[in-house]
């Protein structure tokens, strides 16, 4: 709805409201006693009334806008200038504000006072852009306020409004902007940096370059001296190279990392005072490396000169005259510990004067005992008593096969070729001692005989092996029907196999080291030819004489057999227990035999039905040697017992038993066996 509009409703509304108010019994004729004259009626009289001919004309109504008519009778308010600013309703935007028309000044109040379509132009300030909230604005972005809105600042002296470091008088830093907006970037920020060429922390004072970071390749520092070394810096550390290191302006002063150590040589001699220290690069006059010299005031005293018996320390090592093993007049003495006269040729000392237990003679061949010097007579012990070198005996070398009787022999060496058999015949256990080496190539053997085989009807009985040479026993011989002999038991020191004195009985075998003998087995008959059913026992086994303690013990023999009732045949004889032997050598060798059997049982060849002998026990073997290789063979085993055939189709003879094993003692330092040893060694405790 336009303006004028609404003011002709207002106008329609005013002038219902009034003509029903009008009483209706008023004519509108001015009564006689009315007062002043109101010909209209409207209340107001004539005198009052700008036109009382018209009741819709009163000073008592509201001027009704654009109706052509002074309603208010108010020439003050003209029907088209409602709010009397002197601008008519054709030019006025606002009829009913005298503040508002087209002579109206603009004010800042968000209304068009002038008229002019536009609302407070002219009337505000202007404002400026303020992005990045420093309290300055940017000069480019203007708008006009009556105030000024967020993000608006009235300041337009800002020279970058995107960063807030930057705006008039700001504190200037090193970013490579103007923070303080005079024109200039980084006045009075900027470092100063040097080119480090060599990377080593420090720059050249010649190539220096502003910025506010060091760029790459530059550093704060300009102490470097050469730019292009990187081992050359004030932080670097002096060397002896004739270079200056350190920057420090010198070069190879004495205090380089690497300086060598000099000594005041003031007698020429060479060596130098130890408590004379010189550091430098390079060698002072009279100075040398060695800080030998036990006295700088004499050049025939220092570590290179020989030590003369003077009661000085000539060869500055700290000894002086005898006790100084360096002496070149002296005498040579030798350790006399065991106080026989003969001094320790291992033992020397330079001496000007000898000390006690110290002799000028060097030839004993044991200093820790008294009883052996080249004044000692020789004796049969292993030792070489008189320091000759050789034993009691001389060399043994048996080339050919040959017997070795009683002892005990003393040898220097000795050595059985291969091929060769040394039979040892002693009566008792044998000692050798060998003060070399022993090498045993063929056979040396202490192993008891077999007993002899038993046959038909004898005149005499069968006989038991002979014990083996040194101290085996023999086996005991056969019974024999024909001379009424019982059979006999083996003989030894332990006690022998019993034997089956009659009835085809087999005879016991010899006891030992390792264990019992066995017992011969029971004979038997059964045959009409013996007479009747019989059996009789074997003899009985030789006795158990193990021990953990070394002993040279020889071996038992065995028990002979028993005769046969039915055929009469005899008894086999009993074997013969191995020798006992002690071998004491430097070294021993063994690729042939080296044996302490004991003797197999007599067996029956015949068919005939007497019993068979025991086997004898084996013997002793005691060796004592830092070394021992074996190839060959170290033997001391049981002989086995004899054995019986069947005579016919009735008679039996019982079977001999075996002889107990021997022992093998070991007393050695190394050792090494590739071939066999039996019984296995057991070493002494």
């Known amino acids: ?90 030019e006025d935007c606002d009829d009913q504000d005298p503040t508002r028309s087209p002579e109206a000044a603009e004010v800042c109040d968000g209304v068009d006072q002038d008229c002019d379509g536009e609302i407070d132009e002219g009337g505000g300030s202007l404002f400026y852009a303020d992005d990045d909230g420093d309290g300055f604005g940017d000069p480019a972005q203007a708008a006009e306020s009556c105030e000024g809105a967020e993000g608006w600042v009235a300041d337009n002296t800002d020279c970058d409004d995107n960063e807030e470091t930057v705006y008039p008088d700001a504190p200037e830093v090193c970013d490579e902007l103007d923070n303080n907006c005079d024109g200039v ?125 003077d009661g000085a320390d000539n060869d500055c090592d700290t000894l002086i005259d005898d006790a100084d093993p360096g002496l070149s007049d002296a005498a040579t003495y030798f350790e006399d510990n065991d106080g026989d006269g003969y001094g320790d040729p291992d033992a020397s000392i330079e001496a000007c004067v000898p000390s006690a237990g110290e002799v000028l003679d060097s030839s004993d061949c044991d200093d820790a005992d008294a009883n052996v010097n080249p004044g000692a007579a020789e004796a049969i012990n292993g030792v070489d008593d008189d320091c000759d070198g050789e034993g009691f005996h001389g060399a043994f070398a048996a080339t050919a096969s040959q017997s070795l009787g009683d002892g005990p022999w003393e040898y220097t060496s000795f050595a059985v070729s291969s091929g060769v058999t040394v039979t040892v015949n002693a009566s008792a256990p044998l000692e050798i001692w060998v003060l070399g080496a022993a090498t045993i190539n063929g056979t040396v053997t202490l192993a008891g005989a077999d007993g002899v085989d038993h046959g038909g009807y004898k005149s005499s009985p069968s006989a038991g092996g002979a014990g083996g040479g040194g101290g085996g026993d023999a086996g005991g011989a056969g019974a024999c029907y024909n001379t009424s002999a019982a059979g006999q038991g083996g003989l030894g020191d332990a006690p022998g196999g019993g034997a089956s004195s009659s009835g085809v009985g087999g005879g016991g075998g010899g006891g030992g080291h390792d264990g019992p003998g066995a017992a011969g087995q029971v004979g038997s008959c059964t045959s009409a030819r013996c007479g009747s059913t019989y059996t009789v026992a074997g003899g009985s086994a030789g006795a158990d004489l193990s021990s953990s303690s070394p002993a040279l013990q020889p071996g038992s023999g065995g028990g002979g057999g028993g005769w046969g009732v039915a055929d ?68 001391c ?45 057991q070493l002494v405790p």
């Open 1 to 90: 709805m336009t303006r004028a509009a609404s003011l002709l409703s207002l106008l329609l509304l005013l002038a219902a409201c009034r003509s029903e108010d009008k009483d209706p019994t008023d004519t509108g004729i001015p009564s006689v006693d009315s007062g002043d004259i109101d010909a209209d009626g409207d209340g107001s009289p004539a005198s009052e009334d700008c036109d009382d001919n018209n009741n819709t004309v009163s000073p008592d109504l509201t001027e009704i806008p654009y109706n052509q008519s002074d309603d208010d009778c108010d020439p003050a308010t003209p029907d088209d200038d409602l709010d009397a600013d002197g601008a008519p309703l054709a």
């Open 637 to 681: 085993d049981g002989g086995l017992g004899g054995q019986t055939v069947v005579g016919g189709t009735s008679a039996q003879g019982g079977y001999g038993g075996d002889g107990a094993d021997g022992v093998i003692w070991l007393d050695a330092g190394a050792v090494s066996v590739t071939g066999t040893v039996s019984p296995a060694y």
């Open 185 to 309: 970037v980084d006045e009075g920020v900027l470092s100063t940096f040097y080119r480090d060429a060599d990377r080593d922390g420090q720059g050249d004072l010649d190539f220096p370059i502003e910025s506010c970071a060091a760029p790459s390749g530059y550093v704060e520092s300009d102490e470097d001296c050469d730019d292009t070394n990187a081992k050359i810096s004030t932080n670097a550390t002096e060397l002896c190279d004739e270079v200056d290191n350190d920057c420090d302006g010198a070069i190879d002063e004495d205090d380089a990392a690497n300086v060598s150590s000099f000594y005041s040589d003031t007698d020429g001699d060479g060596y130098g005072d130890p408590s004379a220290l010189i550091q430098a690069c390079e060698a002072p006059s009279g100075a040398v490396t060695d800080a030998r010299d036990c006295d700088d005031k004499d050049a025939a005293v220092n570590p290179g000169a020989s030590e003369v018996c």
């Open 568 to 635: 009469n045949g005899d008894g086999g004889g009993g074997g013969g227990g191995g020798g006992a032997l002690y071998l004491q050598a430097a070294s021993l060798t063994v690729t042939g035999l080296l044996d302490c059997s004991g003797g197999g049982g007599g067996g029956d060849t015949s068919g005939l039905d007497g019993g068979a002998g025991g086997g004898g026990s084996g013997g002793t073997l005691w060796l004592v040697t830092s070394s021992l290789s074996v190839s060959g063979a170290l033997r």
